[in-house]
């Protein structure tokens, strides 16, 4: 089992950064593959990149070049580090684990979820 608490959300304008964090319970989080996913209103939540037990990281291209993700095992945190923020970025972000095989661009890859973090990006 695995419990995981998003925050850092927040309103920015075009061009801005946000920081998301996720804090994760257990014993065993370095053995967890970590991801984020969005969803924009009315539409489908979609992959944005996810990190694994090993450090391999995979990017959707809508964020290629302005997000990174890193964790940090000692604080059981993963991180979503947004730059250039635009409009088309706005949506519920969210944190996703699994402990198996490495999570894809499919949210049926993932066992665990957060309740999600809003970032609003003004025009």
């Known amino acids: 089992q695995l419990q995981l608490v998003e925050s850092g959300g927040g309103l920015v304008q075009a061009g801005g950064s946000l920081r998301l964090s996720c804090a994760a319970s257990g014993r065993t989080f370095s053995t967890y593959n970590m991801g984020w996913f969005r969803q924009a209103p009315g539409r489908e939540r979609e992959f944005v990149v996810a990190?694994?037990?090993?450090?391999?990281?995979i990017l959707s291209d809508s964020v290629k070049g302005r997000f990174t993700i890193s964790r940090d095992n000692a604080k059981n945190t993963v991180y979503l580090q947004m730059n250039d923020l635009k409009p088309e970025d706005t949506a519920v972000y969210y944190c996703?684990?699994?402990?198996?095989?490495?999570?894809?661009?499919?949210?049926?890859?993932?066992?665990?979820w957060g309740q999600g973090t809003q970032v609003t990006v003004s025009s």
């Open positions: 996703a684990a699994n402990r198996g095989r490495s999570i894809t661009v499919s949210t049926r890859s993932c066992d665990y």
């Open positions: 990190i694994n037990w090993g450090g391999i990281i």
